[in-house]
């Protein structure tokens, strides 16, 4: 049984573009959780989906950010308009009920 | 004041050492968690539990809900359980994913 997995492991864009990343949850898994690490800061709660719901969107970003869980497919986490400030590593989690099992992350470096 | 309080931020140990790092916390949970980031950035989760004491290989968690406290031990050190030990909180008036992390304690074992 596969991890969580997440691609890109790095991904960099330049400002103003468009960064997708991908979290694909480990097999049966139907919660799926994102967070962002911030150079030398803490994790931060960002978004909790299950399978084309949006549960707990508190932590994101009210412009320019967007996630979506398909029914069909990975998780995805869309950033536009890209911004320094948006160099991070992003993590996904996923879980069947409570306990959650970490992606490797995705470092976003913003040029 | 944040939420979620980590001590020590450093912590440097001999192999063989017993190791506490403690973790309190300001809100009303519904579960704390242990989390391991290897120097890579990869996260594991060590432990969830919502009272009394859970262990783990040399790993143990323990956690008094009466006091807003929770430390995780680790027996006989090894230069290989150097990493950063994240403790966090499911507040229990947010959602399950909506976890609040403290800033981690950084342990480097010594050969």
């Known amino acids: 049984n596969a991890g969580v997995m997440q691609n890109p492991r790095h991904l960099v864009r330049r400002r103003g573009q468009e960064a997708r990343l991908r979290c694909s949850p480990m097999?049966?898994?139907?919660?799926v959780y994102w967070y962002r690490q911030l150079p030398e800061e803490g994790l931060k709660f960002m978004v909790y989906?299950?399978?084309?719901?949006?549960?707990?969107e508190s932590g994101m970003p009210k412009e320019r950010f967007s996630a979506e869980f398909p029914k069909e497919g990975p998780s995805i986490l869309r950033i536009q308009q890209v911004v320094r400030g948006d160099s991070a590593a992003y993590f996904c989690?996923?879980?069947?009920?409570?306990?959650?099992?970490f992606g490797p992350g995705t470092r976003l470096t913003v040029l | 004041k944040n939420e979620v309080e980590q001590s020590p931020q450093n912590l440097t140990a001999q192999e063989g050492e017993f190791i506490t790092i403690n973790c309190s916390y300001s809100?009303?949970?519904?579960?704390l968690h242990w989390l391991q980031q290897h120097p890579g950035g990869g996260i594991v989760s060590l432990f969830m539990?919502?009272?009394g004491k859970k262990k783990h290989g040399r790993l143990i968690a323990t956690i008094n809900i009466q006091e807003k406290h929770s430390s995780l031990h680790i027996t006989a050190s090894h230069p290989r359980d150097s990493a950063v030990y994240i403790c966090?909180?499911?507040?229990?008036?947010?959602?399950?994913?909506?976890?609040?992390f403290g800033k981690g304690t950084k342990l480097s074992v010594k050969p």
């Open positions: 809100v009303g949970i519904s579960a």
């Open positions: 539990l919502s009272s």
């Open positions: 989906l299950q399978k084309e719901n949006i549960i707990d």
């Open positions: 097999k049966g898994h139907s919660h």
């Open positions: 966090a909180v499911e507040d229990n008036g947010g959602s399950q994913g909506n976890l609040i």
């Open positions: 989690a996923s879980s069947l009920y409570n306990e959650q099992f």
